[in-house]
């Protein structure tokens, strides 16, 4: 582990390699699992803000399940989550005319509808955060729905935080993510990488 001010760093997040592959995969990690994706407690308030621009987008299904609970809920274990249809879509998810699956919320920030991007954790997939008091620990969570992720990230040689630089930056910043790159750079060097 490295640790960078209040963060721990799982050692997986440096040697593990990852790319994702959409063209293999279609985006099945935003429609599988048992709950939505995680919620920071002030995403709420854009998911709610940027719902208007991304409704028309939406399914059917996925705008009843909005009207009945919201866009989010607390999940078993009490976390907020996005809401999901059908025990497994996050409302979020849209299809191209390929049946690659994507965020809508992503499409409206790229077409400038909105000044949101998504939700931090989806962001970051496959790293999840924890908050355990006053530290935050960045692990790598290994999917099976993201065998082709590994195979072309051991292929093109891409760390986990190398694929994953853009949102790391968002959540703690530049100067954060340089100094892992040092940490990165001495793990090498001691061969422990």
């Not at 407690?41 to 208007?52: A, I």
């Not at 299904?61 to 996005?82: F, H, M, P, W």
């Not at 910043?173 to 090498?188: N, P, Q, S």
Request: aromatic letters at 12%; one cysteine or more; hydrophobic letters at 35%.
């Amino acid at each position: 582990m490295v640790q960078i001010d209040d963060v721990v760093v799982s050692l997986d997040v440096f040697t593990q390699k990852f790319l994702c592959n959409l063209d293999a995969c279609k985006g099945e990690c935003c429609i599988e699992g048992d709950s939505g994706a995680p919620v920071e407690d002030d995403e709420l308030v854009k998911l709610e803000e940027v719902l208007p621009f991304v409704w028309d987008d939406l399914s059917p299904e996925a705008q009843e399940v909005i009207n009945k609970q919201g866009v989010c809920y607390r999940d078993s274990d009490g976390d907020l989550v996005t809401s999901i249809v059908g025990g497994k879509d996050c409302v979020f998810t849209c299809y191209d005319e390929k049946g690659y699956c994507f965020c809508a919320i992503e499409k409206a920030y790229r077409e400038g509808k909105v000044d949101f991007y998504k939700p931090i954790s989806c962001h970051l997939y496959p790293i999840r955060i924890g908050d355990y008091g006053p530290y935050k620990a960045v692990n790598y969570h290994k999917w099976s729905v993201c065998h082709a992720a590994w195979l072309l990230g051991k292929k093109e040689n891409v760390a986990v935080y190398q694929f994953l630089k853009e949102p790391l930056i968002r959540k703690f910043g530049e100067a954060w993510y340089r100094e892992l790159e040092e940490a990165a750079k001495e793990l090498k060097e001691r061969g422990m990488i």
